[in-house]
């Protein structure tokens, strides 16, 4: 069982930066690859970014490739988000999700998901 919490949401200008986390509870936190979603208003959730359970690997969608990095330190239960150069269109409220897996880009095969954290960028 892993619990996920978001943080570091907000309001953010275009092109400015910002760095959501996910903390996670557990003691094998390093057993579970970990992907970010997000859900505009009125819209499916999609895919932004995945890790793999050691960190080596990152997928990302093509909408954010070369500006999102996503990281974990697996000594912190955390992972990470780095955002940058925002844009308007990002504006969503974040997940993090988890499965005790290989890293996957489909929602649906994630086991565990957080709250959510909302981001909204402003032109």
């Known amino acids: 069982q892993v619990q996920l919490v978001e943080s570091g949401g907000g309001l953010v200008q275009a092109g400015g930066s910002l760095r959501l986390s996910c903390a996670a509870s557990?003691?094998?936190?390093?057993?579970?690859?970990v992907g970010w979603f997000r859900q505009a208003p009125g819209k499916e959730r999609t895919f932004v970014a995945a890790i793999s359970r050691s960190g080596g690997t990152t997928v990302y969608a093509d909408s954010v490739k070369g500006r999102f990095t996503m990281s974990r330190d697996n000594a912190k239960n955390t992972v990470y988000l780095q955002m940058n150069s925002p844009k308007p269109e990002d504006t969503a409220v974040y997940y993090c999700?988890?499965?005790?897996?290989?890293?996957?880009?489909?929602?649906?095969?994630?086991?565990?998901w957080g709250q959510g954290t909302q981001v909204t960028v402003s032109s």
């Open positions: 557990g003691r094998t936190f390093s057993s579970y690859a």
């Open positions: 999700a988890a499965r005790n897996r290989d890293l996957a880009v489909v929602g649906d095969l994630y086991d565990y």
